[in-house]
């Protein structure tokens, strides 16, 4: 995913609530930062663990792509005159984002977490973002969003499938392992 070049028009409908717009391209941000804090932590403490070692190159581009996702976000919130995200008063969507996020990030810092619990946690997380991805990047499409960050959305919603499905797959093979006692048959990525 790149970053778009600045704009003079961001929407091609001019009715577009620009508030409204704002508040979820804050919401997903909050989730993005989060997500690259999350998988910092996690990376950490899933090192040490040896059936996890091919999947941690993995984890970390999936935070490098997170971390570009939210700098993407800043870059139009900027645009939209709303360059200052960590300064804005907390909406109802916004603070929706923080607590989900916060109650992940928790879990993955409890002493007693597992592996399979922070794959679980890390699971949660994709799967709160490759669906809030999946609602922005249709409205941001109905609401005529300019061309080349609708491409930039696109490619965000790609990704986090991506990572929703890849997680999914090492924490199966995970619990096959440990809780089932068995090898897990399906190929670890596609
Ligand atoms: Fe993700």
């Not at 804090?37 to 090192?47: D, P, S, V």
């Not at 619990?175 to 068995?182: F, K």
């Given at each position: 995913m790149?970053?778009?070049t600045r704009?003079?028009?961001?929407?091609?409908r001019r009715e577009v609530d620009r508030g409204d717009f704002i508040d979820k391209l804050a919401q997903r941000w909050v989730v993005e930062r989060a997500a690259v804090?999350?998988?910092?932590?996690?990376?950490?403490?899933?090192?040490v663990n040896q059936l996890l070692q091919k999947v941690i190159p993995e984890l970390e581009r999936f935070m490098a792509q997170e971390k570009l996702h939210?700098?993407?976000?800043?870059?139009?919130l900027g645009e939209l005159g709303r360059g200052d995200v960590h300064g804005e008063h907390a909406t109802p969507a916004v603070n929706l984002a923080a607590s989900t996020m916060a109650a992940i990030l928790e879990?993955?810092?409890?002493?007693?977490a597992t592996a399979r619990s922070i794959m679980e946690a890390i699971l949660m997380a994709e799967r709160v973002d490759a669906g809030g991805w999946e609602l922005l990047t249709e409205l941001a499409?109905?609401?005529g969003l300019d061309e080349d960050y609708l491409r930039s959305f696109r490619a965000a919603e790609r990704e986090e499938r991506e990572h929703e499905h890849v997680v999914?797959?090492?924490?199966?093979?995970?619990?096959?392992?440990?809780?089932?006692?068995?090898r897990y048959p399906v190929a670890t990525s596609r």
């Open positions: 790149t970053v778009p704009k003079t028009r961001l929407f091609t804090t999350m998988y910092q932590e996690a990376i950490a403490r899933l090192r939210a700098d993407m976000l800043e870059q139009l879990s993955i810092r409890a002493p007693r499409k109905e609401g999914r797959t090492h924490l199966m093979r995970l619990e096959h392992e440990m809780l089932l006692h068995e």
